[in-house]
């Protein structure tokens, strides 16, 4: 099973910042990563998949990089609407397609 | 526009059984792999199963394997979770997910609200 971790477990910024959050996976996952935005009460949302590719209406301020086992999301300017937990799930060849144990963006 | 509802959920005694359903609409629902996520109370998401788009192929996560099928009946648009000796690990909401078109292994482009599953005596 691979084995993904997110750093840090919780952000604390300001609106207006920009907003790094990392993703490591225990081996390589072939750029089949995918992260997504839960806000509290909500379903999950996709934002990238395939380590790069923006979902369909995602803001252009959200992007996603890295390749093999080292991958991170970026938030260009944090907006009010971004505070949230973020997860990293990788879907490579054989499942499990397991999940990151999310990283918590909050107010400073 | 897509959408996904799931039903089912309730409390259930330890040892219990329980099938969750999840009607699909907005898309072509016989074309996609399909999935199932798992969220316990105040924890992350927990990957549970998924089964390809012609029921062919499925999938679970080892800590529901040989308790919970994964089944769906594309003629009623409909995915199901049959869920067999059910644990007090087992309490979660459960999500269910689309996944790809015509592959098992793909992001989770549309979510369903969930149903919560509470296993407790």
């Known amino acids: 099973e691979v084995v993904m971790t997110q750093s840090p477990a919780t952000l604390s910024v300001s609106p207006g910042e920009r907003v790094t959050l990392s993703c490591r996976a225990s081996q390589s996952v072939n750029n089949l990563l995918a992260w997504y935005q839960q806000k509290p009460g909500q379903a999950p949302r996709l934002l990238i998949y395939d380590t790069s590719t923006r979902a369909t209406g995602v803001p252009a301020r959200f992007s996603g990089s890295g390749s093999g086992t080292e991958f991170t999301l970026t938030i260009s300017s944090l907006q009010s609407e971004d505070f949230a937990v973020y997860y990293c799930q990788h879907y490579n060849i054989w499942p499990p397609w397991t999940f990151g144990q999310g990283t918590k963006v909050e107010v400073q | 526009q897509v959408q996904l509802m799931e039903s089912g959920g309730g409390v259930v005694h330890p040892g219990r059984s329980l099938r969750l359903s999840c009607a699909a609409s907005g898309f072509t629902f016989s074309s996609y792999g399909m999935h199932w996520v798992r969220q316990a109370p105040g924890k992350g998401l927990e990957w549970v199963a998924v089964?390809?788009?012609?029921?062919?192929?499925?999938y679970y996560t080892d800590s529901v394997k040989g308790r919970f099928t994964i089944s769906r009946d594309n003629s009623k648009n409909t995915l199901y979770l049959q869920m067999n000796s059910l644990r007090p690990e087992d309490t979660a909401v459960y999500y269910c997910?689309?996944?790809?078109?015509?592959?098992?292994?793909?992001?989770?482009?549309?979510w369903g609200l969930g149903t919560l599953v509470t296993v407790s005596s």
């Open positions: 089964l390809s788009y012609d029921g062919s192929n499925k």
């Open positions: 997910a689309k996944g790809g078109l015509w592959v098992v292994a793909s992001g989770l482009d549309s």
